[in-house]
């Protein structure tokens, strides 16, 4: 907090009593005395300890926090799905049922661990959302549904807690200070405030602090109706500097499956299912290179689905990533420094839907890149569903697959090996049935045994997937023959046994290190570095 290093920005918050204020760790202000100071890692544990956000900093106009990539505990886990909007969804017994466990354990764990209970954290997303998108054109009324809130008046009750506004107040401020030049308005004019969540309909509070009643499931005293079909929503997203996003677009861009996928040298756009209905995205680079943004634009047949959405944009793209630590450690093999220097900030691709990402695994095993784009491509073709609204988007015309289409029509559509295709159809029935399911809310051993407890599905396929799905951050997929070639470019050994033993050294960061490789293996040969 003293050095006011932005790195931080994002991974804990600062509250200072005698201000009665919380900040992001660069604040300018004057560093106030140890004394004063307490640390917590959610915004939610701030407004619970009675803090109001500074209106110099801005908080939580930052990258999140990178730990619920990086961590696999149950609170990790836990705000992976809140972020996906598990709680709107299904309230938090739904919540507690997908993790495995009660509610009353689930809670004293996130209250012990972030400072805040199931309900508080996904108050303090909505609330989040909602300032994000009133810098929007949305209508207030939509901006209230789309944040997640099942009511007018419960979006006015909490925004009137948090921010010491109403919503239009907020939303001038904001518009003003984006007329005073400040280009991205989703940075501007916040004003956060409050102290204990207050305004949640009433509801009776338990003894660990927490709201018992779900606010979303109660006084519904204006329907959550649908609102505005085909929304078109242009929002900018945050990156953790450095930010290799040419790279990350590029990744994504050589393995698009055409019309469910379309990309060019600076944008990458797709068609997807979300909870409520459909939506496309595109997303471009913007920003500077000490403060870089991603421009997403998302139409959506449902509004509910934007904070989905947005919290799978930003793991797919991996924008809350620490780079500057990944980097420190990796550059630190002197045969890896040079491919550091040259990309800093590098980026694993994440997923925007777990099944899709196996599919895409097992048909790009033990083949390239351009025969796996090939054979999802005839599949999307053949059992893809047509996009519902006409004007996707350029390039952008059809659904990846169902896993119930593709267990029952594949078979006509796959060619390859038999066993693969006995492979790829066991597993969406597997998916189809409910006896394998995928979710940003496991842990890595749960989810790779599940999948290698499947026949025809080993350790890279595993691997792959948990790497891709949960942000895994320390998988050498040491089985890969691109990345081996990579190894090999780098003057690293290409042995399986020998690579591993190589890497140890890059751990934690080993899937980062993976990416390095994997980008060497189609770059010219690099020279080893000169002797110290």
Known sequence: MSSRDSRFDGQFITGVHSTGIYCRPSCPAVTPKPSNVSFYLTSAAAHDAGLRACKRCLPDAVPGSPDWNIRDDLAARAMRLIADGAVEREGVTGLAARLGYSERHLTRVLVDELGAGPLALARAHRAQTARLLLGTGLPISEVAFAAGFGSIRQFNDTIAAVYERTPSELRGRMQAASRAGNANPHRA????????????????????????????AAHRDEPASEPGIGTTVTLQLPARAPFDGRGVLGFLGVRAIPGVEAATADTYSRTLRLPNGFATVELSLAGTPAAPLVGCVARLTSLADLSPLVSRVRRLLDLDADAQAIDLVLAADPLLAASVAGTPGIRLPGSMDPEETLFRALLGQQVSVAAARTALSRLAEALGDPFPDAGAGPGLSRLFPTAARIAADGRDVLRGPAARIDTVIRVAEALASGDLVLSYGQDRETLESGLVALAGIGPWTAGYVAMRVLGSPDILLTSDLALRQGAARLSLPADPKRLAAAGAGWAPWRSYAGMHLWRAAGAPAVSPPEPA
Do not use: L, Q, S
Request: hydrophobic residues 30%; proline residues 4%.
């Open 189 to 216: 004019g916040d004003t956060r405030a409050g102290g204990k969540w207050a305004g949640e309909n009433g509801a009776r509070r338990n003894g660990a602090g927490e709201i018992a009643a779900d606010p979303v």
